[in-house]
Nanobody
Framework: QVQLVESGGGLVQTGGSLRLSCAAS????????MGWFRQAPGKEREFVAA????????NYVDSVKGRFTIARDNAKNTVYLQMNGLSPEDTAVYYC???????????????????WGQGTQVTVSS
């Protein structure tokens, strides 16, 4: 069973930055695409960013392109989300997700991900 543990959320002012981290258990991390999703109060969970197992392909939702960067360190079994230029619209609980072993394509839909972290709160004040 894969476990995902997020960290790095918090409160930041508009225009500020945060870096989220997600540490994964398991020995086949490098074969699994990883993603970040977010869910604001009263809204459905939405895709934010994804990275392929090898790290050579990334996908982003349009609203974060140019501001957020997803990266991974397969030696550390960790995926990151660097968030710059934050705005109140980015306020949400952010979830790390993994597709699973040998599912390396950087999918962008919730249903493609089989493992989820507990979430970390990101709050951006105006």
């Amino acid at each position: 069973q894969v476990q995902l543990v997020e960290s790095g959320g918090g409160l930041v002012q508009t225009g500020g930055s945060l870096r989220l981290s997600c540490a994964a258990s398991g020995r086949t991390f490098s074969t699994s695409a990883m993603g970040w999703f977010r869910q604001a109060p009263g809204k459905e969970r939405e895709f934010v960013a994804a990275i392929s197992g090898s790290g050579d392909t990334t996908n982003y939702v349009d609203s974060v392109k140019g501001r957020f960067t997803i990266a991974r360190d397969n030696a550390k079994n960790t995926v990151y989300l660097q968030m710059n230029g934050l705005s109140p619209e980015d306020t949400a609980v952010y979830y790390c997700a993994g597709r699973g072993s040998f599912r390396g394509r950087a999918a962008i839909v919730v249903e493609e991900y089989n493992y989820w972290g507990q979430g970390t709160q990101v709050t951006v004040s105006s």
